[in-house]
T-cell receptor, first 115, second 112 residues
Framework: AQTVTQSQPEMSVQEAETVTLSCTYD???????LFWYKQPPSRQMILVIR??????QNATENRFSVNFQKAAKSFSLKISDSQLGDTAMYFC????????????FGGGTRLMVKP | DGGITQSPKYLFRKEGQNVTLSCEQN?????MYWYRQDPGQGLRLIYY???????QKGDIAEGYSVSREKKESFPLTVTSAQKNPTAFYLC???????????FGQGTRLTVV
């Protein structure tokens, strides 16, 4: 079984500043995939960024980047130049390359961007 | 437009009644998932399916049932055995393992 843990229930950041959201996971698989999803007040889930475990290079998407530490099983999300529209719940997720292929999420971090 | 559709958006039922939530996708995705989200909480996996006519229990399957008779459809039935069914339910699909999961807009179920 795999588990995903987000240890920060809530965070806040000033507009234009940088914030990092933490995520740790536990899996016995060698080949797996990690995700960050954003859920704004509309409750629509939106993919922010995706990382393949076999790739050493950290994924980047515009203002969003990850710090993937495979040995530590850590997958943090950095949001640079925070914008008011980044206010949302953020969920870290994992899925693995076996027959089960469960897509599992952490408990979420509520991020508030303050003007 | 291609996408994943959940209906209805809001659903009210009396306690003790079974209720079925609809999830349809026209993305030709093999994998489909059902999640439950309680206020201020994360997403907990109820059931998932990798292929037609096959599905697996997730972390909180008790009191729920699913079917996967067609690739496009993965309905979830909330049975009277579910002790606390009031919640927000999200359906998702992905083309294969490891790829992006696309989500529906959710169904808010209230049992009175």
């Amino acid at each position: 079984a795999q588990t995903v843990t987000q240890s920060q229930p809530e965070m806040s950041v000033q507009e234009a500043e940088t914030v990092t959201l933490s995520c740790t996971y536990d899996t016995s698989e060698n080949n797996y995939y990690l995700f960050w999803y954003k859920q704004p007040p509309s409750r629509q889930m939106i993919l922010v960024i995706r990382q393949e475990a076999y790739k050493q290079q950290n994924a980047t998407e515009n203002r969003f980047s990850v710090n993937f530490q495979k040995a530590a099983k850590s997958f943090s999300l950095k949001i640079s130049d925070s914008q008011l529209g980044d206010t949302a719940m953020y969920f870290c997720g994992a899925t693995n390359n076996n027959a089960g292929n469960m897509l599992t999420f952490g408990g979420g971090t509520r991020l508030m961007v303050k003007p | 437009d291609g996408g994943i559709t959940q209906s209805p958006k809001y659903l009210f039922r009396k306690e003790g009644q079974n209720v079925t939530l609809s999830c349809e996708q026209n993305l030709n995705h093999d994998a489909m998932y059902w999640y439950r989200q309680d206020p201020g909480q994360g997403l907990r996996l109820i059931y998932y399916s990798q292929i037609v006519n096959d599905f697996q229990k997730g972390d909180i399957a008790e009191g729920y049932s699913v079917s996967r008779e067609k690739k496009e459809s993965f309905p979830l039935t909330v049975t009277s055995a579910q002790k606390n069914p009031t919640a927000f339910y999200l359906c998702a699909s992905s083309i294969k393992q490891g790829t992006e999961a696309f989500f529906g807009q959710g169904t808010r179920l209230t049992v009175v």
